[in-house]
């Protein structure tokens, strides 16, 4: 094996994505023989790589695993939770293979969320550049004005940076409540309640129903399967990724 990054060898390992790979390297999480690394550090098989003391192993073979998760609203998006909390991780005890989660869903969010133990497609997924869509049924509330989805859909300053463009659909116009289907082509922080609180919109539920091609279908809510090969190929054909 020649010298890679460090955080690519944890996330070629399987022990989380290349992001959060950095964020352990830049708090002093990640060691390299004992002694802290930084980033930009390269390693090799010879070298002892630990997480908070957890030695870090790259397999020789590895078998990879691409799950998708019905997420519950009430479970956070994390291996662990230091306060506690439910983990998506609770809902895969019967999965061998050490996966994490690719992007995330607030805890009061739910739907689709795709888990991987392959660092390369994870990160791929993630990556700006791809601009792989993501679509969400919203339910918000009061009711919306054309200017409100006009506003939304060109795009909304958050921290500074305007949005990229959006679809959105009303899907249902009641009084006192409307459902719309949003698709964005980026993952910021809470991107779609920040979009809607900033144009005076209450989100009571929000359900992300598809990754790219990867639809969440009738999974039902807390359960998971593996992709099938046509969904594992559709969507590494989205990134622009050879089978």
Known sequence: MAEIRIQKFLADAGYCSRRKAETLIETGHVRKNGRPVKLGDKTSYKDL???DGEK??????KTFRYI????PRGYVTTVSDELDRRCVMDLLDDVE??????????????G???LTN??????????PSKHITKTYRVTVRPSVTEEQLAQMASGIVLDGKKTLPANIVVLNNEQGRVVLQVTIREGRNRQIRRMCEAVGLEVARLRRTSIGPVKLGMLKAGTWRDLTPEEL?????????EQ
């Open 68 to 71: 998708m998760l019905n997420k």
């Open 118 to 127: 392959d660092g390369r497609f994870a990160n791929d997924i993630m990556h």
């Open 49 to 51: 790589i630990t997480v």
């Open 97 to 110: 293979e050490r996966v994490y989660p690719i992007g995330r869903l607030d805890r009061n969010s739910e």
């Open 56 to 61: 870090v192993i790259m397999p020789r073979k």
């Open 233 to 241: 190929r559709a969507i590494r054909n989205a990134i622009g990724k």
């Open 112 to 114: 689709l969320l795709l």
